[in-house]
Nanobody, 121 residues
Framework: QVQLVESGGGLVQAGGSLRLSCEASGSIFSINAMNWYRQAPGKQRELVAG???????NYEDSVKGRFTISRDNAKNTVYLQMNSVKPEDTAVYYC???????????????WGQGTLVTVSS
């Protein structure tokens, strides 16, 4: 079994910064891609940023230049550094990862419980 636990959400003023963390724990053999998604009220969940096991990154257009995704493979942790935040960044942020369990034969897609980020204007 594997679990993703996010932390770091909260209330921040527009223009400020916030750092989200997501740690994977459990009987993990390997983790492939790790991603951050977000879902604002009344909107669909969208991919914000992703990072491969090799460190290749991709970003949603509206966060390019403001958000940075990184990971520590030794800690099975992915981070999202959010700078110059805007009110439209307000959402529940979810961590997502493709995980291979010890003794497993297929990759599993695992989600965290989400952490709320609120940006005040």
């Amino acid at each position: 079994q594997v679990q993703l636990v996010e932390s770091g959400g909260g209330l921040v003023q527009a223009g400020g910064s916030l750092r989200l963390s997501c740690e994977a724990s459990g009987s993990i053999f390997s983790i492939n891609a790790m991603n951050w998604y977000r879902q604002a009220p009344g909107k669909q969940r969208e991919l914000v940023a992703g990072i491969t096991s090799g460190g290749r990154t991709n970003y949603e257009d509206s966060v390019k230049g403001r958000f940075t995704i990184s990971r520590d493979n030794a800690k099975n942790t992915v981070y999202l550094q959010m700078n110059s935040v805007k009110p439209e960044d307000t959402a529940v942020y979810y961590c997502n990862a493709q995980v291979l369990l010890l003794g497993g034969v297929r990759w599993l897609e695992v989600w965290g419980q989400g952490t709320l980020v609120t940006v005040s204007s």
